[in-house]
């Protein structure tokens, strides 16, 4: 798949089947999440890739709207140092290696969304965190629940347009 395809057919999956992922696919979706760029190459994040069932289960709960991870093949949290003065950057850095993360699944077929953290102090003691990292962000992983919705264009009106959002020179 070129990466415009990617790119272009990408879209937040919540259901997946309840099949586990190939680990070799798990691999590559972790070694794009390493690969991506970050400031001044400081490659902040921790990768804890969980895919025990209970844990998914109660990871979900630390967050609102994340019934999509208790039914992830895979779920991968990113780590970064606590709050100091780049956390601004630390979690932009997270942000590019989740997108990387999403594009290399979308390339294998497997679908992906974003979790936000709202509990991290529990999110912490569950995934046996060192008290010197942070969680907020999640991504679920799977197989497609519904392989064709998955794939299926954007309805009008689902993005923002190109020209409402471009502005040449100033605004």
């Given at each position: 798949m070129e990466v415009w395809q990617a790119i272009h057919s990408k879209r937040a999956i919540r259901a997946f089947r309840d099949e586990p992922l190939q680990p070799a696919h798990i691999e590559r979706i972790?070694?794009?999440g390493r690969r991506a760029q970050s400031s001044k190459n400081s490659q902040p994040w921790h990768f804890i890739a969980v895919q025990d069932r209970a844990r998914l289960q109660k990871l979900?709960?630390?967050?609102?709207?994340?019934g999509?991870?208790?039914?992830?093949?895979?779920?991968?949290?990113?780590?970064?140092?606590?709050?100091?003065?780049?956390?601004?950057?630390?979690f932009f850095d997270s942000g590019q290696s989740a997108a990387y993360m999403q594009l290399a699944a979308t390339d294998l077929g497997i679908g992906s969304?974003?979790?936000t953290i709202y509990e991290p102090d529990e999110?912490?003691?569950l995934l046996g965190m060192p008290a010197d990292m942070q969680t907020r962000l999640v991504i679920s992983f799977g197989y497609p629940a519904d392989a064709a919705a998955a794939t299926?264009?954007?309805q009008a009106g689902g993005r923002?347009?190109?020209?409402?959002?471009?502005?040449w020179e100033t605004w």
């Open positions: 972790l070694r794009a979900a709960q630390t967050g609102a709207g994340m999509h991870v208790a039914g992830a093949a895979l779920c991968i949290v990113i780590a970064v140092p606590v709050q100091n003065e780049r956390t601004l950057w630390h969304c974003l979790g999110a912490r003691e299926q264009p954007l923002n347009s190109y020209e409402d959002i471009v502005h």
